[in-house]
């Protein structure tokens, strides 16, 4: 298995673009790899067809060799809190990183005036809003979140966590615009800055 690693390869003239080998999937041990199953970790309980999901996940792990470990990690309910909390204090100004005179004004994109979405829109939002929140609240988040990232890291050493990034089976599109406690799995990520991947599960119920 081959892919192409770069960007629209050296006929576009990238010279930085390559052919790189993959190997075989299947010539891949998984005897003896850590695996954390995270319980308790969701502020949503999970739907019953995408916990059952990953049970299924973890046992076809466990059959391939896996050390399959359960951890009660109830610091990653916050996760939404934290990062939006780390976001307002990034050195970085939006306006500059995006190269804009003016933030978008998120009740005229609501009304699909302007030329933006809603959840770039929204980003400048809970910038200024976080902003807004008073110091000690934010450092003590920020604080928070760093601990959780140090915790994770201990949890996970060099294995790999079993995480939904979502607490039921995949929304439709723009489903979780303006709702950003609904997306407490995955920000845990975005927090952190772990490396991830995300995978299905199977096909669902409908």
């Excluded at 190997?23 to 319980?39: H, I, N, Q, Y």
């Excluded at 140090?150 to 990034?165: A, K, N, T």
């Amino acid at each position: 298995m081959r892919f192409r690693q770069g960007g629209g390869g050296r006929a576009s003239g990238d010279q930085l673009s390559r052919d790189a080998a993959l190997g075989d999937p299947a010539a891949v041990s998984l005897e003896g790899l850590d695996v954390v199953v995270t319980e308790g970790a969701t502020l949503f309980p999970l739907r019953g067809e995408l916990r059952d999901a990953r049970e299924r996940a973890a046992g076809a792990l466990a059959a391939a060799g896996a050390n399959i470990r359960r951890e009660r990690l109830t610091g990653m309910r916050r996760a939404v809190e934290y990062y939006l909390a780390t976001l307002g204090d990034a050195d970085e100004d939006l306006l500059e990183v995006f190269a804009l005179d003016a933030a978008p004004r998120l009740f005229d994109t609501f009304r699909r005036r302007g030329d933006h979405t809603i959840p770039f829109a929204m980003l400048f939002a809970v910038q200024r809003a976080a902003d807004r929140m008073p110091e000690a609240r934010n450092r003590k988040a920020i604080a928070a979140g760093k601990a959780l990232t140090r915790e994770l890291q201990d949890v996970i050493g060099d294995g790999v966590m079993l995480h939904p990034p979502f607490p039921r089976v995949a929304p439709r599109h723009g489903a979780t615009v303006g709702r950003p406690w609904v997306m407490a799995n995955a920000a845990v990520f975005n927090l952190t800055g772990m490396p991830f991947t995300q995978g299905p599960l199977g096909p669902g119920d409908k």
